[in-house]
């Protein structure tokens, strides 16, 4: 079985620019995670989907981060304009389901991660 | 808040040398505890998932437990193979929508 894809594995760009990642989750997962992880840091949620509908963005900076999961498969992370703090590695996590009451649905997938350096 | 807390930050262990991770949490309405591996340049990568206080999960050398309060990761004989960062993470909420929270991770060296 395929793995969470995530591309690019490395960017690296001047503050101010914008920037994208994609993710294929695992096929058949229904909930798709956009995570942030400094260094030397847990994964910080920035924006959970169920199929193609945000479930929670709570702690995603809307002023310049943005995210889409058309006909909720693949789903795209945009930065505009980056800034400095920005530089982390994103994680792109896939589980069967989000909300159900059973856990063994919610283990989360993840991918390797795009590490992103802001200059 | 949610809040999680792994400790210590970073464990260093000569091969053998059994020793203890410690997660503990502060949320409300726990719905279950979930540990995961990081090794480096990848992405974290699922270990276990504890349901409710009392229960134990095992998988090689790696023994986790949980309490109302917090969860262990016990690590027997660890090997060299076994270095990485640890991450716990808790499912909490009612309702329809329950959040998972990380906690900061911890660092594990063995030395052979």
């Known amino acids: 079985e395929a793995g969470v894809a995530q591309s690019p594995r490395y960017k690296i760009i001047e503050k101010r620019q914008s920037v994208a990642f994609w993710c294929n989750p695992i096929?058949?997962?229904?909930?798709l995670y956009w995570y942030q992880q400094i260094l030397g840091q847990g994964p910080k949620l920035l924006i959970q989907f169920q199929n193609n509908g945000v479930v929670d963005d709570s702690q995603l900076p809307k002023d310049r981060f943005s995210a889409e999961r058309l006909k909720g498969v693949d789903s795209t992370l945009k930065i505009q304009p980056a800034k400095l703090e920005d530089s982390a590695v994103y994680l792109c996590a896939s589980s069967l389901t989000g909300t159900g009451v059973k856990l063994a649905k919610n283990i989360q997938y993840f991918g390797a991660g795009t590490r992103l350096s802001v200059l | 808040e949610d809040q999680v807390t792994q400790s210590p930050e970073a464990l260093r262990l000569q091969e053998g040398e059994s020793s203890s991770l410690n997660c503990s949490y502060t949320?409300?309405?726990?719905?279950?505890l979930f540990w995961y591996r990081q090794d480096p340049g990848k992405g974290p990568e699922f270990l276990f998932t504890?349901?409710?206080a009392g229960e134990e999960k095992e998988k090689e050398r790696l023994k986790a437990t949980l309490t109302k309060k917090e969860s262990f990761l016990h690590i027997t004989a660890p090997k060299p193979e076994d270095s990485a960062t640890y991450l716990c993470?808790?499912?909490?909420?009612?309702?329809?929508?329950?959040?998972?929270?990380f906690g900061t991770g911890t660092k594990l060296q063995v030395i052979p």
């Open positions: 949320v409300s309405g726990l719905r279950g």
């Open positions: 504890l349901y409710s």
């Open positions: 096929s058949g997962h229904a909930t």
């Open positions: 993470a808790v499912q909490a909420g009612s309702g329809g929508y329950q959040k998972v929270t």
